[in-house]
T-cell receptor
Framework: GENVEQHPSTLSVQEGDSAVIKCTYS??????FPWYKQELGKGPQLIID?????GEKKDQRIAVTLNKTAKHFSLHITETQPEDSAVYFC?????????????FGTGTRLTVIP | NAGVTQTPKFRVLKTGQSMTLLCAQD?????MYWYRQDPGMGLRLIHY???????AKGEVPDGYNVSRLKKQNFLLGLESAAPSQTSVYFC????????????FGDGTRLSIL
C-alpha cells in the first residue's frame, strides 16, 4: 500500500514568518493530495488539496506544490498568525472505482510564536 | 448543517466489553470511512463503505466490524475490546466522484482499561 512520510514533526516560527511542511509518498499512481489542519479536540479540516495534473495551487496565505517525478509535495504558509498553530497532516490517495481512501502522514505540530 | 456527527464523544470500557460507535452525515455522501488516530502514527483507515449495504476493509480492520444499513449512518463495533484499541476514532464521508475531499467528524475518544 501507499506510505506517506512527513517532516518535520514539530515546527516553531515567529509570527509573520513562513512555514514549510514536506511530505513524500511511495506509490507513483497516487493522484490526489489533500492537507488537513487539526485543532485540539477537533477532527481534521481540509485546508487545501492538489490533484496530480497540477504542479502548484494557492489559496490566500496557503500554497501547495507537487513534484510527481520526485514523489513529494509541500505545504507553504506565509505571514503566519497565532491562529495557524495546530497539527497539520498531509495525505495521498489513489482514486479507484469504488474507493477513495486516504493514506496520512504522521503530522506536524506547528507553533506560531506571537 | 451539522456535517458529520459522532456519538459518543468519550467512552471508557473494560477489556472484553463491547460497544458501537455511531457516525451520521447529512451531506448525502455515498462514501463513509472509519479511522483511528494514535500518537505519532497519523490516521489509519479501519473500514470504509462505498454505499448503503456495502463495507470493505482498510489498513487496520482486525478487531472491528462495521455496518451501513442506511446511507447516512456508518456504525463501528468492537465485539471484545482490548487495551490496544485505546485510541481516538474519526469518521469521515465524501462524495464518490474522483478527487472529492473527505469531511471529518470531531472524533470519539475511547479508553480500554
Amino acid at each position: 500500500g501507499e506510505n506517506v512520510e512527513q517532516h518535520p514533526s514539530t515546527l516553531s516560527v515567529q509570527e509573520g514568518d513562513s512555514a514549510v511542511i514536506k511530505c513524500t509518498y511511495s506509490d507513483s499512481a497516487s493522484n490526489y493530495f489533500p492537507w488537513y489542519k487539526q485543532e485540539l479536540g477537533k477532527g481534521p479540516q481540509l485546508i487545501i488539496d492538489i490533484r496530480s495534473n497540477v504542479g502548484e495551487k494557492k489559496d490566500q496565505r496557503i500554497a501547495v506544490t507537487l513534484n510527481k517525478t520526485a514523489k513529494h509535495f509541500s505545504l507553504h504558509i506565509t505571514e503566519t498568525q497565532p491562529e495557524d498553530s495546530a497539527v497539520y497532516f498531509c495525505a495521498a490517495s489513489l482514486y479507484q472505482t469504488g474507493a477513495n481512501n486516504l493514506f496520512f502522514g504522521t503530522g506536524t505540530r506547528l507553533t506560531v510564536i506571537p | 448543517n451539522a456535517g458529520v456527527t459522532q456519538t459518543p464523544k468519550f467512552r471508557v470500557l473494560k477489556t472484553g466489553q463491547s460497544m458501537t460507535l455511531l457516525c451520521a452525515q447529512d451531506m448525502n455522501h455515498e462514501y463513509m470511512y472509519w479511522y483511528r488516530q494514535d500518537p505519532g502514527m497519523g490516521l489509519r483507515l479501519i473500514h470504509y463503505s462505498v454505499g448503503e449495504g456495502t463495507t470493505a476493509k482498510g489498513e487496520v480492520p482486525d478487531g472491528y466490524n462495521v455496518s451501513r444499513l442506511k446511507k447516512q449512518n456508518f456504525l463501528l463495533g468492537l465485539e471484545s475490546a482490548a487495551p490496544s484499541q485505546t485510541s481516538v476514532y474519526f469518521c469521515a464521508s465524501s462524495y464518490s466522484r474522483r478527487w472529492e475531499p473527505q469531511h471529518f467528524g470531531d472524533g470519539t475518544r475511547l479508553s480500554i482499561l
